[in-house]
């Protein structure tokens, strides 16, 4: 299985349009030790030729554009130039930062969309956009998939990829924009999930970029996970809070902190098994600068930073 990170940012991206912490203003003035990143988006494929989104971020556009296997395929001249390597999606919520993209794969390109129950009817029942994914009948097709149960991920004709999956529950919050009715009638553990994906191979990709706590599931799967990408959204809890004033702690936002004593990087200090990369980074944390001692002590602890357009192989 190759596993591709399209984007390595949390919401908004680094630097962020509305931004000028130090970290968005340093970039902006060239004088930062470290990348700028897009919003977080990954692509997987067992076979180089059938790739699957990990979310849909709204720099989809551009992350295709910067990656040459997921480029529309050449085709004979008496057929339509559109052959998109790009077979389906895998929606673990319905945050704005996950699912805009999937209205830029609109053009009438066959797709299978796997999902909960509770995340498809947020999309399709109350969001009248994304029926523009449904204008004809081989357009999208929804796979949904129960929390803890395996699926497989399927082309748009059926086929199977060779790719198993496992979404663990993770959160229980549905986003903001969600109405109370609609919020009444869904379920908690399909609001926030975290994927393992087993490779024809074996290998196992752990995918959670939005983790609240790390209780004996989330251990346990992490411990068997040849490559982990896990939450690196906020470095302290009060982050954000300390640059905006008063709100959200990392917590009430359903991110564990990196650092702290309660942190991921205390938390999962004996993980020895799988490469351990941190994605879904915030603009305003401290360990995206390279020069910085918040760098280097998540280093120094044997964790990586993703980057925009690194790549692996399971
Ligand atoms: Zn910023």
Known sequence: MRVKILGSGAGGGF????????????LRAGTFHGKARTQTQVAI?????????????????????????????EQPAEKAPHDSPIDGVVLLN???????????????????????KSVR??????????????????????????????????SPTGKDSGLRCRALP??????????????????????SLGLIVESPSGKRLAFMPAVPRIDKDVLKLLDSADLILFDGTFWTPDEL????????????MGHIP???????L?????????????????????????????????RDAGWEIAEDGWEFEL
């Open 15 to 26: 630097p962020q349009w509305n931004c000028a912490c130090p970290n968005c203003r340093s």
């Open 45 to 73: 494929s067992a076979d180089s030729r059938s790739w699957f989104l990990l979310g849909a971020s709204p720099d989809l556009r551009s992350q295709i554009e910067a990656t040459p296997e997921l480029h529309p395929r």
């Open 94 to 116: 319905a945050d704005i930062d996950h699912v805009l993209g999937l209205l830029l794969l609109r053009e009438l390109q066959p797709l299978r969309v796997h999902a909960t």
């Open 121 to 154: 009817r947020i999309l399709t029942k109350d969001n009248s956009m994304f029926a523009m994914l449904q204008r004809v009948p081989d357009q999208a097709s929804w796979n949904e998939f129960m929390p803890g149960a395996r699926f497989c991920l399927l």
């Open 170 to 191: 993770l959160g229980s919050h549905f986003p903001a924009y969600v109405s109370a009715p609609r919020r009444s009638q869904l379920h908690p553990l399909e609001s």
């Open 241 to 252: 809070v300390y640059m905006q004033g008063p709100g959200q702690s990392s917590w009430d």
């Open 258 to 264: 990196v650092s702290s004593p309660a942190g991921s």
């Open 266 to 298: 205390q938390k999962l200090a004996h993980l020895s098994h799988g490469r351990k990369i941190y994605i879904h980074i915030n603009n305003t944390n401290p360990m995206l600068n390279e020069a910085g001692p918040e760098y280097r002590q998540v």
